[in-house]
């Protein structure tokens, strides 16, 4: 047991290890980026191997996955970083609990430890989504406003960028970046909604691909949309400050239960070892857990507003 506990520390220290030094050196490009030619610091960061295999993970339906993710969520991992961390979470996590509880219990451990980093970036990517379908009134009144005054999309686009606060200020800026560098709007627009995946911003940008398409009367068509999104904005805040019990609940039950066994199992010692050495027992436990993840599952999704 020794042996393999000191492998798995080893394997978790590296993991991290490597994930802090991600961080670290993404940083220092960034401020290598800023403060001296930017030419020069992307050729000297296009020679390490690590940005290499980087982007190769990129190029793969996984990576380009993370990746929307992680920029959906503003979080400034890249796709490997963020494995690393999944990877060390998962093996941490399976260490901590083999040492507190049965072993079979270690394995699903593992997995949510693994699941938690995930569940991180695509917490922030939630939260900072809501915070963008806020600001899609202004975006639409920015862009229609630009158009009225005779500016083209890019032009208008730019405009709403350097105005707004984030994450619209961000998702408007590497959408007008990317049409600089080549891209054509419509790819540029509809990588913003893979980034940001939602009803309200998919009509926002299928009302500009279809203007730059067959033309019409932009600035009608999102001034009318303006209207229509806020009015959605306070319907859906309405309906989460309703929920917001709910949604409570639904964390609360399983950090309860959890937190249960861990003191059944301090305060008798091989409690939870001989109630799971019997069939029956085993059988009350996956139960019971199924149960409990059936009814978090059924919150969520009950609770969630689609806009």
């Known amino acids: 047991m ?8 080893f394997l978790t220290t590296a993991l991290a290890v490597f994930g802090i030094a991600q961080l670290a050196s993404d940083a220092s490009e960034r401020s290598h980026i800023r403060d001296r030619n930017a030419l020069a610091a992307a050729e000297r960061s296009d020679r390490r191997l690590s940005n290499r295999l980087d982007r190769a993970f990129r190029r793969t339906r996984l990576g380009a996955t993370i990746d929307n993710h992680l920029a959906g969520g503003g979080v400034h991992w890249r796709p490997l970083t963020f494995l690393a961390f999944s990877v060390a979470a998962a093996i941490a996590a399976f260490v901590l609990v083999d040492a507190v509880l049965p072993l079979w219990m270690s394995a699903p451990a593992g997995v949510g430890g693994g699941y938690a980093v995930w569940a991180f970036v695509e917490r922030a990517r939630r939260k900072r989504k809501e915070r963008f379908l806020g600001q899609l009134p202004d975006i639409a009144r920015m862009i229609a406003s630009g158009s009225q ?48 995946p939602s009803r309200d911003v ?37 309906i989460k400050v309703m929920l917001v019990g709910a949604v409570f609940t639904a964390y609360v039950i399983p950090v309860l239960v959890v937190g249960l066994l861990l003191i059944l199992n301090l305060s008798t010692p091989g409690a939870l070892e001989e109630l799971t050495s019997s069939l029956l027992g085993r059988v009350v436990l996956v139960v019971s857990g199924t149960l409990i993840l059936v009814g978090y599952l059924m919150i969520q999704r009950i609770t969630k507003v689609e806009r």
């Open 2 to 9: 020794y042996p393999l506990a000191l492998i798995t520390l």
């Open 202 to 238: 998919g009509v926002m940008v299928s009302t500009l691909v279809i203007q730059q398409r067959a033309g019409g009367d932009l600035v009608s068509a999102l001034s009318d949309l303006s209207d229509a999104l806020e009015s959605r904005r306070q319907t859906a805040r309405e």
């Open 149 to 196: 005054a005779g500016l083209s999309l890019q032009s208008a686009l730019e405009l709403a960028a350097s105005d707004l606060d984030e994450p619209a200020g961000e998702e408007l800026q590497r959408v007008a970046t990317q049409v600089r560098l080549g891209q054509n709007m419509e790819t540029a627009l509809r990588d913003m909604v893979a980034r940001m």
